[in-house]
Each structure stands twice: as C-alpha cells, then as structure tokens.
C-alpha cells in the first residue's frame, strides 16, 4: 500500500509541475473537455492512455462464479486533419484464472459542430472491435463488430453572471449502436449449437466540474495548485441488448471520481459503481494516465497529418 501511495504522490507530482493553462484535448471556445475515463468524449486529438487500468469483479455467467478481472488498455489517438482522428486501442485482460488480449480496436471520429461563445460540440464516430484478434480462452469474440456512433459536449459558460458557479460545469455523452456482423455464432458441445449474437446500445453522459475552468475563467477563488487542476466528474456507462435473451437488459457503471489535469498529462481515478445485481454487487476502480502529444510533441507527433 506504501509503494502504491508513493506512485500516487509522484505522479501527482509531475501533473503539478507541469500544470499550465490546459491548450491540449477536445476544446471549444474557453472550454477543454478531458479525456473522460468511462464514457469517450467528443473531440479528436493526438494522445495517448499510457494506461488505463480496470479492476472490476462481474457477475458470472450460467451459474459460474464471479471473479474479479483486471483490464489494463493502451489507446493512441491521432488526428489526420484537424476534426477527423484515428485510434487504436489494445487491451490486456486477466481474469485470475486466465489471461489474455482482447479483441483489437479502431475507431474513426469527425467533429461537424463547433460553437465557440455556447461551449458545444458534437462529433460521429464509428469503432470496429476485430473479430479474432484477442485471445479466445478469454471470451474474445471471433466475429468483428461495427459501432456507428455520435458524440456531444456542452460547457456552461454561457450562463448568466448571477450564477456564475455553475459556468464551470460541462455535460458530454455518447450514443452508439453495437452491430455484429455475424448474426449467429456457432459451436460444438455434442451438438451444433447456434447463439445469436446481440446488437447493444451504448449510451452514457459524464458531468463535470471544471475547477480549472472555475479558476481561469470565473474567478479566482485562490486554490492551491494542485486542487485548482482538479475536475470533478461522474460518469454513467451504460449498455442494452436490443435483441437475444437480455434484450432489454440494461447493465453498467456509475463512476464518480476526479481528473486532474496538467499541460502535459492527465490522472484519473473513479470507482466504478454498478447499476443494478445484473451489472455485480461490488465496487471496482479505475485509474488512467493519459499524455497529450499535441503538447509533447507539438511539431512532430503532436499535429495533424494534413
């Protein structure tokens, strides 16, 4: 525990020194949405989660036991122009008993809408987890699945001066569609068996309050440093099967937790809450370091392509 508090401290440490007015991430008018940990956010960028680490126990399935898993990812983000990126996500998956990669993922996003003076932002995604590409023996799916996607963030900056504490507050969310594009998967248990494979609906909302925000831009309340880089948020990541046995099922997260942002990295943490006894009935955690190349690496890494 004494080692873990001290890889806290020190990375909190270099959040601190390098802290300066945040000119990285998703960014419309004086709003900067961060890099949520739960729910995707609507701005494209070239960063990286270096990473994102998940401890979760879910329910088991069909009468096993729950166990709690270990999900450790790496995602590169990079913009080819300056409102479409790329990104490519990895992901380690070790369930105590068995341990593995997931499936690859890319995905695309392009910004359409920007409005600088009301801090909005909307954007269309699409990600394609690639079927085979993890390991089977932890559950990873052989078919390739297609999540067309949109994308919102609104910052609340402009509200009226006589309410002025809640300028800093922003709301993002996202609305995906979870296709397959195999409609049945089969196997072989003495007897062929065909499994339909479910279509799902993602959707999830963040909320946020920007101390940051309420620093630069509100008022100068006199925080101490690090404090003043803090965002509070809760995120809801939620899913629900739209066809299949759970059709209708809604499953996922509540996660509060707190950002803390620097000119060149990001450290997250939340608990990962569950939303009902189909989603567990324990508490989780997850923690992200996020590092901005288009701070790093403004001239090389950190640019568009074109």
């Given at each position: 525990?004494?080692?873990?508090?001290?890889?806290?401290?020190?990375?909190?440490?270099?959040?601190?020194?390098?802290?300066?007015?945040?000119?990285?991430?998703?960014?419309?008018?004086?709003?900067?949405?961060?890099?949520?940990?739960?729910?995707?956010?609507?701005?494209?960028?070239?960063?990286?989660?270096?990473?994102?680490?998940?401890?979760?126990?879910?329910?088991?399935?069909?009468?096993?036991?729950?166990?709690?898993?270990?999900?450790?990812s790496v995602e590169l983000n990079k913009r080819i122009t300056e409102n479409l990126g790329l990104a490519v996500e990895a992901?380690?998956?070790?369930?105590?008993?068995v341990a593995g990669w997931d499936n690859i993922g890319v995905g695309t996003k392009y910004v359409f809408y920007k409005n600088?003076?009301?801090?909005?932002?909307?954007?269309?995604?699409?990600?394609?987890?690639?079927?085979?590409?993890?390991?089977?023996?932890?559950?990873?799916?052989?078919?390739?699945?297609?999540?067309?996607?949109?994308?919102?963030?609104?910052?609340?900056?402009?509200?009226?001066?006589?309410?002025?504490?809640?300028?800093?507050?922003?709301?993002?969310?996202?609305?995906?569609?979870?296709?397959?594009?195999?409609?049945?998967?089969?196997?072989?248990?003495?007897?062929?068996?065909?499994?339909?494979?479910?279509?799902?609906?993602?959707?999830?909302?963040?909320?946020?309050?920007?101390?940051?925000?309420?620093?630069?831009?509100?008022?100068?309340?006199?925080?101490?440093?690090?404090?003043?880089?803090?965002?509070?948020?809760?995120?809801?990541?939620?899913?629900?099967?739209?066809?299949?046995?759970?059709?209708?099922?809604?499953?996922?997260?509540?996660?509060?937790?707190?950002?803390?942002?620097?000119?060149?990295?990001?450290?997250?943490?939340?608990?990962?809450?569950?939303?009902?006894?189909?989603?567990?009935?324990?508490?989780?955690?997850?923690?992200?370091?996020?590092?901005?190349?288009?701070?790093?690496?403004?001239?090389?890494?950190?640019?568009?392509?074109?």
């Amino acid at each position: 525990m004494q080692k873990y508090n001290l890889v806290v401290l020190m990375t909190l440490s270099v959040v601190a020194i390098t802290a300066q007015d945040a000119c990285a991430h998703a960014i419309v008018g004086d709003r900067v949405f961060p890099a949520t940990l739960a729910v995707d956010d609507p701005g494209v960028s070239d960063e990286m989660n270096l990473p994102l680490v998940s401890r979760f126990k879910e329910p088991g399935e069909e009468g096993e036991k729950a166990r709690w898993g270990t999900e450790t990812s790496v995602e590169l983000n990079k913009r080819i122009t300056e409102n479409l990126g790329l990104a490519v996500e990895a992901a380690w998956v070790d369930e105590g008993h068995v341990a593995g990669w997931d499936n690859i993922g890319v995905g695309t996003k392009y910004v359409f809408y920007k409005n600088a003076p009301h801090e909005a932002m909307l954007s269309l995604g699409l990600d394609w987890d690639i079927g085979g590409s993890g390991a089977k023996k932890i559950g990873a799916e052989r078919f390739s699945t297609l999540t067309p996607a949109v994308f919102f963030g609104k910052g609340f900056g402009d509200l009226p001066d006589n309410i002025s504490l809640l300028k800093p507050l922003a709301l993002t969310g996202s609305l995906g569609y979870a296709v397959p594009t195999d409609n049945f998967a089969v196997s072989f248990d003495g007897e062929i068996v065909r499994t339909r494979n479910p279509r799902v609906l993602e959707w999830g909302m963040t909320m946020q309050y920007s101390l940051p925000y309420l620093q630069q831009h509100v008022k100068d309340v006199g925080l101490p440093k690090l404090l003043g880089m803090a965002i509070p948020v809760v995120e809801f990541a939620l899913e629900t099967p739209t066809n299949g046995e759970d059709a209708g099922r809604t499953t996922g997260t509540i996660n509060p937790g707190i950002i803390f942002t620097g000119e060149i990295i990001q450290l997250g943490l939340e608990a990962m809450i569950p939303v009902n006894d189909d989603s567990g009935n324990n508490v989780g955690a997850r923690a992200q370091v996020h590092v901005y190349f288009d701070d790093l690496f403004p001239k090389t890494l950190g640019r568009p392509l074109w």
